[in-house]
C-alpha cells in the first residue's frame, strides 16, 4: 500500500510548502527504489525544471595543489592524516600546480563553453596565494564564472575574494562536520554567512552520503540547505581513497544519491537555479595524486566536456 503521508508531503512540496525536518525523516524510511521515492524523484524533478528552465550545465574544476590537508576529514584523500609520501605526485617538488598551467586550463574550458570554473584547494594552501589564482583565472576567461572552493574564510577573507574575481562559492556543512572533520559547524556556517555577505553566489550540497547513513543527521543537513540561499545544490558520496579513514563504510549507491538530491530540491523548491534531481555536470583537471601530473590531455578535457554535454541533453537538459 502506497504511503498517503508521503504522497502529500511531497504533493505539498510541489506547492510551496516547505518540508518540516519530520516530513523529510517520514521520507527517508522509503527505499530509494520504492513507489514513495519514485514519486518524489518524478515531482523534484517538475520542481528543478521550472527552476532552471530545463537548461542543463557544465561546470569544470581545476584542483591546485596537492597538500596534505590539515582539516583532516575521514572521507578525503587529502587530509593529511590519510595521505602517504607516495600518494602525492611529486613529493619532492612543488605541491602547487603552476598558476600558468591552471589558466591554461581555464581557457580551455572556458573556450569550450562551460558555465562556470572551479580552483579547488586544500585548506593548506596559502590564501594569498589562491587569491593570486583566482585573479589569475578571473582574466583570462572571457565568459566563465569563477567557482571558489577553498577553506573556512573571514568576512575579509570572503570579500578578498569577491574583488579578486569570484563569483561563486561552494561550501557546505558536511555529514559528520566536527566528528569526521577536523572543522567546526559554525565555522562552516559563519563562511557561508561570510560569503552571501560579500555577494558571492554559494553553491552547496548534502555530502558525504555512505550507505546507512544516519537519517536523524542526514534529514537535518537536507533541511539546513534552504536557509543558507544557495545558487546551486545537489548531493553526493565520497570517492574512497586507499588510505581514508572511512572504515567499513561504503559510498552511497546511485539511486540513494538520486533520491537524496530530490529531496533537497523538494525541500528548496524553485529557489536554487541549479542543481537537485539533474541539469549538473563536472570535468575535472589539475592535481590528481591517485594517478600522478596534472589532470588529463587537453583533447581528452575537451571531448569530457561534450560527453557532459550529451549526458545531460539524453537526460532531457537543454543547451
Known amino acids: 500500500m502506497i504511503d498517503e503521508r508521503a504522497m502529500r508531503i511531497v504533493d ?22 520504492s513507489v514513495e521515492a519514485a514519486y518524489a524523484c518524478a515531482r523534484a524533478r517538475e520542481v528543478g525544471m521550472r527552476a532552471c528552465d530545463g537548461r542543463g550545465y557544465v561546470f569544470a574544476q581545476i584542483r591546485v595543489d596537492e597538500n596534505p590537508c590539515p582539516e583532516n576529514c575521514l572521507f578525503c584523500d587529502m587530509a593529511a592524516a590519510n595521505t602517504r609520501p607516495d600518494d602525492i605526485a611529486d613529493p619532492k617538488g ?32 596559502d590564501f594569498e596565494r589562491y587569491l593570486d589564482m583566482v585573479r589569475a583565472v578571473k582574466a583570462s576567461v572571457a565568459h566563465a564564472p569563477v567557482i571558489a572552493n577553498t ?21 557546505a556543512v558536511r555529514l559528520g562536520e566536527g566528528e569526521m572533520t577536523a572543522v567546526k559547524p559554525l565555522d562552516r556556517r559563519r ?12 553553491m552547496t550540497g548534502v555530502e558525504p552520503i555512505w550507505e546507512g547513513v544516519d537519517p536523524l543527521v542526514l534529514s537535518e543537513r537536507i533541511v539546513d540547505i534552504p536557509d543558507f540561499s544557495p545558487f546551486c545544490i545537489g548531493a553526493r558520496s565520497y570517492e574512497p581513497a586507499e588510505h581514508d579513514g572511512m572504515g567499513k563504510r561504503k559510498p552511497a549507491k546511485t539511486g540513494m544519491l538520486r533520491y537524496v538530491n530530490a529531496l533537497v530540491r523538494l525541500a528548496c523548491g524553485e529557489g536554487p537555479q541549479v542543481g537537485g534531481i539533474g541539469g549538473v555536470a563536472w570535468v575535472d583537471a589539475g592535481t590528481n ?11 581528452v578535457l575537451l571531448e569530457q566536456v561534450e560527453e557532459a554535454r550529451e549526458r545531460l541533453a539524453l537526460d532531457g537538459f537543454s543547451r
Not at 153 to 163: G, K
Not at 291 to 299: F, L, P, R, T, V
Request: glycine residues 12%.
Open 289 to 299: 595524486p591517485r594517478k600522478g601530473g596534472y589532470g588529463s590531455e587537453d583533447a
Open 151 to 171: 577553506g573556512d574564510l573571514s568576512m575579509e577573507q570572503a570579500h578578498a575574494l569577491r574583488d579578486a574575481g569570484a563569483d561563486y562559492a561552494y561550501h
Open 12 to 33: 505539498d512540496a510541489v506547492e510551496g510548502k516547505a518540508p518540516s525536518r519530520s516530513d523529510i525523516m517520514h521520507l527517508l524510511r522509503f527505499d530509494a527504489y
Open 94 to 125: 612543488s605541491l602547487e600546480v603552476p598558476i600558468g598551467r591552471i589558466v591554461h586550463y581555464a581557457k580551455l574550458f572556458d573556450g569550450a563553453g562551460v558555465d562556470g570554473i572551479s580552483l579547488v584547494s586544500t585548506a593548506a594552501l
Open 191 to 202: 563562511t557561508i554567512r561570510h560569503l552571501r555577505v560579500a555577494g558571492i553566489q554559494l
